[in-house]
């Protein structure tokens, strides 16, 4: 069965530095997610993704924060002057379709990147 | 606003159901998901019912949802201890196409 792969699935960085999460979707999706979960939180939504663009982002999503597509694969997460509270697991999420006029759309998830900010 | 609250901990025997309860706050949900994490993985989909059904059973699965009261359950018929996991429901609103909102997950322990 397809699955949205996520790398590396522990990342240890200095605190101020710059972090990229990478995620590769199921390959005929179009719509793509960030989430996170502090631990002992619950899973909060950054981001989505489609065509390009951002959709939708949630108030976490800062200046700090951008999503990018590289190529015809990989989804990433940079986060560039990383802080303490930036330590959570980060989930990444495809899914076929977006929007609820075309039915529904469930959103499949990676296994996560454990981010741990020293 | 947007809530969704979960019970925090349910323990079963093996061989016997386990119900997991789940309450939202906003009634412009239409998708409601039942997601499974087991320890060091992501969130596995395991079933998920549109808001204008009141039940849906897949296998061991049934999901009930009382629009009224705003209240979902999951049933695990013969509860095994591979079923040891914790369980998040979830939601997607109207007024957000993307958006899923989890409740803080519920931990599933089952005894042999």
Known sequence: EPEVTQTPSHQVTQMGQEVILRCVPISNHLYFYWYRQILGQKVEFLVSFYNNEISEKSEIFDDQFSVERPDGSNFTLKIRSTKLEDSAMYFCASSE????????QPQHFGDGTRLSIL | GEDVEQSLFLS????DSSVINCTYTDSS???LYWYKQEPGAGLQLLTYIFSNMDMKQDQRLTVLLNKKDKHLSLRIADTQTGDSAIYFCAEIQMDSSYKLIFGSGTRLLVRP
Not at chain 1, 97 to 104: K, P
């Open chain 1, 97 to 104: 379709r977006g929007l609820l006029s075309q039915g529904n």
């Open chain 2, 29 to 31: 949900s239409t998708y």
């Open chain 2, 12 to 15: 079963v025997r093996e061989g």
